[in-house]
């Protein structure tokens, strides 16, 4: 069946460092990707969005490219800001034409100064 | 800007008490959902509607029953409240439309259940 990994549950950078945080996923349909941003006692909320095979979206200094040879779509950032520490999660349109999404456990990202 | 309220924003319930969790959307989608989520973990599917009158079960649908009498409303209801539905609860509208699925939270509702 579909399914979402994160392998990170936590990561813990100082402030101006590269992040990226790992997310695969496993489907029999077309995979259409997205990553959610939760801060503290907020709602979830679309970070980006995945576009065609091997090419990067951004959004808010985020990147990410799905690569369908890999089932990967991981999320980057070049320099991280304290305003960045949140919880993160990777989701994934499921193949059964219900709409659902697939959520990742989620990775949490705490920016250090 | 898609809006989705929900109601109550925080509530504390006692066991074996009846629970409602109300959500309402303005953003003319057809399919809504409801999300449970444990403090720092991912978000698990409950129930969700793509048209009114009419829920489907989710992941975890067991101890909970769904409601959608309109297309902008879409209740959660916990007949028997259990000390293990303690969690917040997000709804989400999607815009299927768009063909995309993205999902637009609410501001999530937590319970708490003594």
């Known amino acids: 069946g579909d399914s979402v990994t994160q392998t990170e549950g936590l990561v813990t950078l100082t402030k101006g460092l590269p992040v990226m945080l790992n997310c695969t996923y496993q489907t029999t349909y077309s995979p259409f990707l997205f990553w959610y941003v939760q801060h503290l006692n907020e709602a979830p909320k679309l970070l980006l969005k995945s576009s065609t095979d091997n090419k990067r979206t951004e959004h808010q200094g985020f990147y990410a490219t799905l690569h369908k040879s890999s089932s990967s779509f991981h999320l980057q950032k070049s320099s991280v800001q304290l305003s960045d520490s949140a919880l993160y999660f990777c989701?994934?349109?499921?193949?059964?034409?219900?709409?659902?999404?697939?959520f990742g456990s989620g990775t949490q990202l705490t920016v250090m100064p | 800007e898609a809006a989705v309220t929900q109601s109550p924003r925080s509530k504390v319930a006692v066991t074996g008490g009846k629970v409602t969790l109300s959500c309402h959307q303005t953003?003319?989608?057809?399919?809504m959902y409801w999300y449970r989520q444990d403090t720092g973990h991912g978000l698990r599917l409950i129930h969700y509607?793509?048209?009114?009158?009419?829920?489907e079960k989710g992941d975890i649908p067991d101890g909970y029953k769904a409601s959608r009498p309109s297309q902008e409303n879409f209740s959660l209801i916990l007949e028997l409240a259990s000390l293990s539905q303690t969690a917040v609860y997000f709804c989400?509208?999607?815009?299927?439309?768009?063909?995309?699925?993205?999902?637009?939270f609410g501001e999530g509702s937590k319970l708490t259940v003594l």
């Open positions: 989400a509208s999607s815009d299927v439309g768009a063909n995309t699925g993205q999902l637009y």
């Open positions: 509607s793509y048209v009114a009158d009419s829920t």
């Open positions: 953003n003319n989608h057809d399919y």
């Open positions: 989701a994934l349109r499921a193949s059964s034409g219900s709409w659902q999404l697939i």
